[in-house]
């Protein structure tokens, strides 16, 4: 048999190209977002669609609780991953009927700025800056960035209160603030002292945990070093007594610098202390860190005798860099172990947070000679060592004269985590310094209760911030800057702290009025209530912790908001934020409220690059969210996908962990996104002259319209579900795969016939629009949120038709909308049918390929199909499908879901097998065989058909179009001359 030919066209052939019911829309191809984008954006400003949603929907407040980005540059993936993030959350909120508002919020006092500007002056503008007028410049300066990164949220499409944001700045969230700290004060929680405190010399101020970074990289000079006993022959061990001339405790320390400051040896008397000889000394060592220890100094250390730690605390040694200052050993606590340096403990209160312990405990003095700038001060050895930065040449001179002396016993570099500050990326000291504390021991179990009663998505956040809270040390702070709130504090003559409920009013009355510029402007016994005036006082001039700042808001925006509820509905940023903003919320909350100031808390992981690398300006792998957006100056290179591209890859990833990002996943995501928007154009193509006002009801459907309106219901609940849960992941993912699977592969292709064919109102595509129809109505609304100026362009679209929900202006006013309950009745015997014939056409379509790659038929249509099947039960619910002719609804046969001219179905296996083209399905085991199909080619269906050729009047159509052709009065046509 010859390869199917196509039969010749001649002057009416053609003809009935018009009588076909071709798509029509105005929704476009391309996206053509650059253009697009802003005007959705201005219809939705010029119509205040945000403002009426978010005030006058029918349901409850929603409360989202924005988390201030720093004001102090361009945004960056991080943030639009997280304001994208969000706007999936508060756009669905709103489309669910609830009064859902974002107030955007600016972190603007801190370092960052301060520093920016001054780097920004001339080296005599910096030296006559007075600090009112660097308050000035550097409020400018975060004003200026706050528009710039309003503007670029925007252009993401984030909804928000962009008109009234809350500043840290503003002078309503700095008198809240000042509540919250008055209030903690006067409850005992704040307190100032001197104490060890993370000190940035590169900043010249005190930092918080939040504050640092721990890189890998960081390498120390740690020494072994020997100090003297002084006094053994005092002591009641025998062994200690006999070797009194020659004793000497081994330590070992990271940070020689902190030398000077050294007033104890710990010990811990759970631990076995050995006695070693070494070159006419006797070390004491912890006995199980006797063979390390003698591997570092490449000696044999000969154990003499064992000691406990008791036997040790109480006696005295020769401080190893002060002449004439003699130091005690004295009983540590569990942090001193046996898995590195000796187990004796190099003990400096000053400069170290167990050694403060300590020392506190035992009466010793916190001694710390060292200047804001990181410097010895000539605190010690007559200032031979003043000026000498402790991190560099210092480090240096303390281990040249611990030498000298015959101290040292090793150096060696040390390659471990050291915290550095996080804003000018350099090496921190602990150094004690007079500061104000937060103490969270007061409320430390409150705050693990509260911990507890907070839903924490991933679940891991929960034990994260658990740990974090359990095992922190009070939190300073007080920063010595000037761009910031000042601590609303006096001092007296003898430089003690006055503060009490009056001051605490007077300031915030002040500051709501003024701002916290004020601080700066009047004299102190302005600033002071009357009754306080003339007493000499003299105002502080330390600024808050930015943390405190930030970690006020919950008092000066969800409290004080009409559109939002304390506790707030969620909070959600960065997993950094365990121990930034959702830490300090907690503990001024807690403090001062006694509760969380958060029901439910969400994180999301850091943005990498597409190799899993973290961005870099040096490297050159910075992803720009808006050249993603808007394109680049190459915009072959850089093109411009626009808004809904970068928020459909945030849906995308799985934000509980870290995400990737570059040009190929974008590429990757653009390719999905026109997936999606081109199955939605070709839904809405084919439904611009329905009216679902005379559609017809469930029960009349064909059996593949019930089975596509319960996947359609099923694919719709688990959207709901997955929007529920904040799972964007599992949105997208079922998104595409319906896209993909069960609409562009399966029922779509399958309703072509069915759309272009038919008569206008004929049953057959009346009821596939149905099915369209609410395809669009439920996935419209179920994307809106993930892809809102594709929704808004797609409902602009149906808008010109008469619809249910014309009256509204926007998608988002049109709300949420559930499947009709008649979708989700169960009918588990047609669903296991269909989806049989699913895994039967997988395996058809192989077989036609095979054909056509042949040569032997082109279209589908082409060919006849042989399904052979055994399984009495298969054949059975296949034989439903495949109805004698003129006895089916021309919708629910083989023929047309297997998109062939013809199905011969048999239990006789030579009928498939005996096909010029057949295989065994791995899907089904049906066997399927393909032979090409007999008749003449239809003009208009292009069904081949014997009867093509017998109609007088339609001679070049099959006698279902020529029945079509009939009922709209279409005049007959000549005879053409057919193929041979």
Not at 236 to 243: F, R
Not at 415 to 423: E, L, Q, S
Not at 820 to 843: G, I, K, N, Q, Y
Not at 891 to 906: A, G, I, R
Request: one cysteine or more; aromatic letters at 10%; proline letters at 4%.
């Amino acid at each position: 048999m010859g390869a199917r030919k196509e039969k010749k066209e001649d002057a009416n052939s053609g003809f009935y190209k018009n009588t076909v019911n071709l798509p029509s829309t105005n929704f476009s191809q391309r996206a053509n977002a650059v253009k697009t984008e802003p005007e959705i954006q201005k219809f939705w400003a010029d119509s205040k669609t945000y403002e009426k949603l978010s005030s006058e929907n029918p349901r409850e407040v929603y409360s989202l609780h924005d988390g201030p980005p720093y004001a102090n540059g361009d945004i960056h993936m991080g943030h639009a991953l997280n304001k994208v993030l969000k706007d999936f959350i508060n756009r669905y909120q709103l489309l669910q009927g609830k009064k859902a508002t974002l107030i955007p919020g600016w972190d603007c006092h801190g370092l960052p700025i301060e520093l920016k500007v001054l780097q920004s002056l001339k080296s005599k503008e910096r030296k006559d800056l007075t600090p009112s007028a660097l308050r000035k410049k550097a409020k400018e300066f975060a004003l200026k960035t706050i528009e710039s990164q309003k503007a670029s949220f925007q252009r993401l499409g984030v909804w928000a209160s962009w008109d009234t944001p809350y500043l840290t700045l503003n002078p309503e969230y700095e008198a809240a603030q000042i509540e919250v700290f008055g209030k903690m004060f006067l409850e005992g929680y704040i307190y100032r002292g001197k104490k060890p405190v993370h000190w940035s010399p590169s900043s010249r101020t005190a930092l918080a945990e939040a504050e640092l970074e721990y890189p890998d990289e960081h390498i120390s000079r740690s020494i072994y070093a020997a100090f003297s006993i002084v006094d053994a022959d005092k002591s009641k061990n025998e062994l200690v007594k006999k070797h009194s001339d020659a004793l000497s405790v081994a330590v070992w320390t990271t940070t020689p610098w902190t030398l000077p400051a050294n007033r104890a040896v710990a010990v811990n008397p759970a631990i076995v202390y050995a006695l070693v000889e070494l070159e006419g000394r006797v070390l004491i060592v912890a006995k199980d860190l006797v063979e390390a220890v003698g591997h570092k100094l490449e000696k044999d250390l000969v154990v003499i005798g064992e000691v406990t730690g008791n036997d040790l605390a109480g006696l005295h040694y020769e401080h190893p860099i002060q002449d004439g200052l003699k130091c005690k050993i004295l009983i540590g606590g569990d942090y001193i172990t046996t898995e590195s340096g000796t187990g004796l403990v190099h003990t400096a209160p000053g400069h170290g947070q167990e050694d403060y312990i300590v020392g506190m405990r035992e009466g010793l003095e916190i001694f710390s000679p060292v200047d804001n700038a990181g410097r010895f001060t000539d605190e010690f050895c007559e200032g031979s060592f003043a000026g000498l930065s402790v991190l560099d040449e210092g480090n240096q001179a303390i281990i040249d004269h611990v030498s000298k002396r015959d101290v040292l016993l090793l150096e060696e570099k040390y390659n471990h985590k050291y915290p550095y500050d996080w804003r000018t990326k350099k090496p921190t000291i602990f150094r004690a310094t007079e500061q104000w504390f937060a103490s969270v021991e007061g409320f430390r179990d409150q705050a693990l209760e509260a911990v507890r009663g907070v839903q924490w998505t991933p679940e891991a956040g929960e034990k994260r911030i658990f740990n974090m809270i359990e095992g922190r040390n009070d939190w300073c702070i007080s920063r010595q800057r000037t761009w910031g709130v000042p601590i609303p504090v006096f001092y007296d003559g003898d430089g003690e702290p006055v503060l009490n409920q009056q001051i605490i009013s007077r300031v915030a009355e002040l500051f709501r009025e003024h701002g916290s510029d004020i601080w700066w402007e009047l004299e102190a016994e302005d600033l002071l209530p009357e009754q306080y005036r003339g007493e000499g006082l003299q105002k502080g001039m330390d600024t808050m912790d930015v943390w405190f700042d930030s970690g006020s808001s919950w008092n000066a925006v969800t409290k004080q908001s009409p559109e939002m509820t304390f506790p707030a509905d969620v909070y959600l940023e960065g997993s950094d934020q365990h121990r930034g903003w959702f830490q300090s919320s907690l503990l001024t909350s807690v403090a001062t409220e006694g509760q969380a100031p958060y029901k439910k808390v969400l994180t999301h992981g850091f943005v990498l690059d597409q190799n899993g690398l973290k961005m870099s300006k040096s490297v050159g792998n910075v992803v720009d969210p808006l050249k993603l957006v808007n394109g680049g100056n190459n915009q072959k290179t850089e093109p411009a996908y626009g808004a809904d591209v970068l928020r459909l890859w945030v849906s995308s990833v799985d934000y509980s962990g870290d995400v990737l990002v570059g040009p190929e996943i974008i590429k990757t995501v653009s390719d999905s996104y026109r997936k999606i928007r081109n199955t939605l154009r070709y839904i809405v193509s084919n439904v611009n002259d329905y009216d679902p006002r005379t559609g017809m009801s469930f029960d009349e459907l064909p059996v593949l319209d019930k089975y596509m309106l319960r996947r359609l219901a099923t694919i719709a609940e688990d959207m709901e579900a997955a929007y529920e849960t904040s799972s964007f992941v599992r949105l997208y993912q079922g998104l595409m795969r319906f896209a993909t699977v069960d609409l562009s592969n399966f029922y779509l292709d399958i309703a072509k016939d069915r759309l272009y064919i038919s008569g206008t109102d004929d049953y057959r595509r009346r009821s596939c629009q149905k099915v369209l129809y609410h395809l669009l109505e439920i996935l419209t609304r179920s994307i809106a949120p993930i892809l809102p100026h594709t929704a808004e362009d797609l409902g602009e679209t149906l808008y010109l038709r008469n619809v249910p929900w014309k009256t509204s202006s926007s998608v988002f006013e049109a709300g949420w909308i559930q499947p009709e309950p008649s979708w989700s009745h169960e009918d588990p015997e047609t669903d296991a049918a269909m989806e049989l014939f699913r895994r039967v056409r997988t395996d058809v379509n192989k077989c036609l390929d095979a054909a056509r790659n042949a040569k032997r038929i082109g279209s589908g249509l082409a060919a006849k199909v042989s399904l052979s099947v055994a399984d009495d039960a298969v054949i059975e619910a296949l034989q439903k499908f495949n109805p004698s002719s003129g006895e089916g609804n021309t919708v629910d046969e083989l023929c047309y879901y297997l998109l062939v001219s013809e199905v011969n179905l048999s239990k006789d296996m030579a009928v498939a097998d005996g096909a010029e083209f057949s295989l065994v399905g791995e899907e089904s085991g049906v066997h399927v065989g393909v032979d090409v199909a007999s008749g003449n080619k239809c003009d208009r269906c292009w069904v081949y058909s014997e009867q093509v050729g017998k109609s007088e009047n339609h001679p070049l159509l099959c006698d279902r179009c020529e029945e079509v052709m009939t009922n709209i009065g279409v005049t007959s046509q000549p005879v053409p001359e057919l193929a041979q």
